[in-house]
């Protein structure tokens, strides 16, 4: 596949088919992954690859919390700034009405509208999940090498005719993770990603991108 191609059609998937995902094609995409830029290489990604029963078993335990209306765990980090700005602040809740609106669910379906959320902790029915951890000593510079590093494992995954859909939602039912995955204590999860083929009978909206004038300045000579 074209890069473009990879990039352009990279998209949040929420809808997968039980297809199994190779070991040996998430081997060779995770090994060239490991490629990817990181401030004097530190390459601060730990990453944890759930197939088969431990991941039936993260869904099963995951789902039985969203049943029981658990708490989330408390957040080891901040998803967005408390007080969201413009333009961010838009883009955000264009998000919200586009997503909500493709399942068509209203804004006030509250109900509707969780049990939507509540796919993230089925993986969207995806048969492979990663699941990124940093080092809790790391600073931002480490955790923008996650991004980089991120961004590379999905675009390789769509060479490879895969798609993926990053979730950080996975940070508020971390010790779930941890339960399957027994990551050592000096580590933070940032997110898990679900993986493999799409459901295209799944409804969605590919959300817009801002024009290129709002967010590049070019200065030249």
Same mark, same amino acid.
């Given at each position: /596949?074209? /890069? ?8 949040? #998937? ?24 990181? @401030? ?6 730990? $990453?944890? !690859?759930?197939? @088969? ?20 765990? =408390?957040?080891?980090?901040? /998803? ?7 333009? *961010? ?6 998000? @919200? ?5 493709? +399942? ?25 999940? +990663? ?14 090498? +996650? @991004?980089?590093?991120?961004?590379? !494992?999905?675009?390789? +995954? ?14 508020? *039912?971390?010790?779930? #993770? ?9 580590? $933070?999860?940032?997110?898990? /990603?679900? $993986?493999?083929?799409?459901? #295209? ?12 004038? =709002?967010?590049?300045?070019? #200065?030249?000579?």
């Amino acid at each position: /596949m074209d /890069m473009y191609e990879a990039v352009r059609s990279r998209r949040a #998937v929420r809808g997968f088919t039980d297809r199994q995902v190779p070991r040996e094609v998430l081997e060779r995409v995770l090994s060239a992954a490991a490629w990817s830029p990181s @401030g004097s290489n530190l390459q601060p990604w730990r $990453i944890y !690859v759930l197939t @088969g029963g431990p991941l039936v078993e993260l869904k099963k335990r995951a789902g039985k919390r969203v049943a029981a209306r658990d708490p989330w765990d =408390e957040r080891q980090y901040e /998803m967005y700034p408390p007080n969201l700005k413009s333009p *961010y602040r838009e883009r955000r809740s264009a998000f @919200g009405q586009e997503r909500y609106s493709a +399942l068509g669910i209203t804004h006030e379906d509250w109900e509707a509208r969780q049990r939507a959320a509540a796919a993230n902790w089925d993986c969207f029915g995806a048969p492979a999940a +990663l699941f990124c951890y940093i080092d809790r000593d790391m600073g931002r510079p480490q955790w923008a090498d +996650l @991004g980089m590093y991120l961004q590379t !494992v999905m675009l390789l +995954l769509r060479a490879e005719g895969l798609h993926s859909c990053p979730q950080m939602a996975w940070s508020v *039912y971390r010790k779930t #993770v941890a339960e399957i995955v027994s990551p050592p204590d000096e580590l $933070i999860l940032f997110c898990g /990603m679900s $993986i493999g083929f799409e459901d #295209v009978t799944e409804k969605y909206v590919r959300t817009g991108r801002a024009p290129l004038a =709002e967010t590049v300045t070019f #200065v030249e000579g």
